[in-house]
């Protein structure tokens, strides 16, 4: 089965990017999703097929696809960007399938 | 304003079962693959079952596969999941999510989510 490896945690200091990253097997062939989770709150998308922003996420959001590693990168990081984020994408065999997630802490 | 309201969480043992729904508003319902995504306490999130839109296909994930069934009525625009021979790593909070593309034929990203209901297999 396919495997999305993010890093458990990555701290940053307020105002500076935040780089969480998602590898996976030739991850760059396939559409990458990215979602937020604030404890007690609903999953939210922020970035969808790789670099794609919904509608009402902040530029600061921008992502990228490349060879075996996605990155989801946040700039002039808050304190209200502290949050769990999932790497997402559909595998060859009909699964969708999680990373194991990062928890950004903003210093 | 799309609206996604689950029902039908609860305590309940193991190998018993349990059906939850997903009462939807504010979309076109048969045109949107759903899905059912979940947390286990303390854990990441985990992918559950999606009812694609247009094809009429489901997919499960291998850790509910013969157990769990995605279903959906159009009619009433409601998305189930009946969860038979449940284990205790069952246990999570469950989200029903409505997908970002309309016409879709398979499923492409979770736009729109649940608050979730919680589950809790225990004795």
């Known amino acids: 089965s396919y495997v999305l490896t993010q890093p458990p945690s990555v701290s940053v200091a307020p105002g500076k990017t935040a780089t969480l990253t998602c590898g996976g097997n030739l991850i760059a062939s396939k559409n990458v999703n990215w979602y937020q989770k604030r404890p007690g709150q609903a999953p939210k998308l922020v970035i969808h097929y790789d670099d794609d922003r919904p509608s009402g996420i902040p530029e600061r959001f921008s992502g990228s696809n490349s060879g075996n590693t996605a990155t989801l990168t946040i700039a002039r990081v808050e304190a209200g960007d502290e949050a769990d984020y999932y790497c997402q994408v559909w595998d060859n065999i009909d699964h969708w399938v999680f990373g194991g997630g990062t928890r950004l802490t903003v210093l | 304003e799309v609206r996604l309201l689950e029902s039908g969480g609860g305590l309940v043992q193991p190998g018993g079962s349990l059906r939850l729904s997903c009462v939807a508003s504010g979309f076109t319902f048969r045109t949107y693959a759903l899905s059912w995504v979940r947390q286990a306490p303390g854990k990441g999130l985990e992918w559950v079952s999606t009812?694609?839109?247009?094809?009429?296909?489901?997919y499960d994930a291998d850790s509910v596969k013969g157990r769990f069934t995605i279903s959906r009525d159009n009619s009433k625009n409601t998305l189930y999941l009946q969860m038979n021979n449940l284990r205790a790593e069952d246990t999570a909070v469950y989200y029903c999510v409505k997908d970002g593309i309309r016409g879709s034929p398979g499923s492409e990203f979770f736009l729109d989510w649940g608050q979730g209901t919680l589950v809790t297999v225990s004795s």
């Open positions: 009812f694609s839109g247009a094809a009429d296909k489901t």
